[in-house]
């Protein structure tokens, strides 16, 4: 009987690889849905307060409507799930961290937590500033432009769903700039006075994003590219004090 070939060192890394991988995304699968499963009897109430910067900005004959026959019971779930990935992004993220790390540096695992634990902080932050000051405003203004118009203010939910995910996502990926600015310095890609230089061309980029991704009226492009240029500020500074200042002075020339 002939004994079977020894499998390549290499192709066994391969499969070991493979192997965490699926077990650290079916944790983080695992994850979560577990806090989706807590929290999907609350599933109205959490869209309720999803759609209540819209609710309390209606007129009095405004309303939410359905035009599909199965969103007014997949919507909620839809939000609830999203909210359960927002709670358990840290774990998530961790189990990406925990798949890298054998890989990495020992400085860089030293930058990875706090670069971590900042984005998500500052991601939250950018939905936060959507929620509680965009969508009133946006609203507000929408309601007060339709009324003299004698349109009657309906949004599908569905459609609701997708405007707010849309906010969400453009507010909350410009809160990252200062991570990407400091890491742009740090990885050595652009230098910090030249950061500086483009600092015009960097305002005007911010409007333009902002006219992009916002809707398409004055107040939310304003509310939008206001914070990218100061975040963009933020970031110079911490990529001052975090990164150039570490550097001998000799490097810095």
Do not use: C
């Not at 199965?70 to 919507?75: A, H, I």
């Not at 997708?162 to 050595?188: D, H, K, Q, Y």
Request: hydrophobic share 60%.
């Amino acid at each position: 009987m002939n004994a079977p070939e020894p499998t390549p060192a290499g192709e066994d890394t391969f499969i070991s690889h493979l192997v965490e991988l699926r077990s650290r995304v079916m944790r983080a699968g695992a994850a979560v849905f577990i806090v989706f499963i807590g929290l999907v009897y609350w599933a109205p109430d959490i869209f309720r307060l999803l759609v209540r910067p819209l609710l309390v900005n209606l007129p009095e004959d405004g309303k939410m409507i359905v035009l599909d026959v199965t969103g007014s019971f997949f919507v909620p779930i839809k939000v609830t799930l999203l909210v359960a990935l927002l709670i358990a992004l840290p774990f998530v993220l961790y189990q990406l961290w925990a798949f890298i790390a054998p890989g990495l540096y020992q400085h860089e695992k030293r930058l990875v937590m706090p670069l971590v634990g900042s984005s998500y902080a500052l991601f939250l932050s950018g939905m936060a500033l959507a929620y509680f000051f965009v969508f009133p405003a946006i609203f507000r203004l929408m309601a007060h432009y339709n009324e003299p118009l004698g349109v009657q203010m309906a949004t599908d939910i569905d459609h609701y769903l997708s405007f707010a995910l849309n906010l969400f996502l453009a507010f909350g990926i410009a809160f990252e700039v200062p991570i990407v600015v400091v890491l742009l310095v740090r990885m050595g890609v652009l230098t910090l006075s030249k950061l500086k230089q483009i600092r015009p061309y960097i305002i005007v980029g911010a409007f333009i994003i902002a006219a992009i991704v916002t809707p398409p009226d004055v107040l939310s492009q304003f509310l939008l590219a206001v914070p990218l240029i100061v975040l963009y500020e933020i970031g110079l500074l911490a990529a001052r004090f975090l990164v150039v200042a570490k550097k001998p002075a000799a490097e810095l020339l």
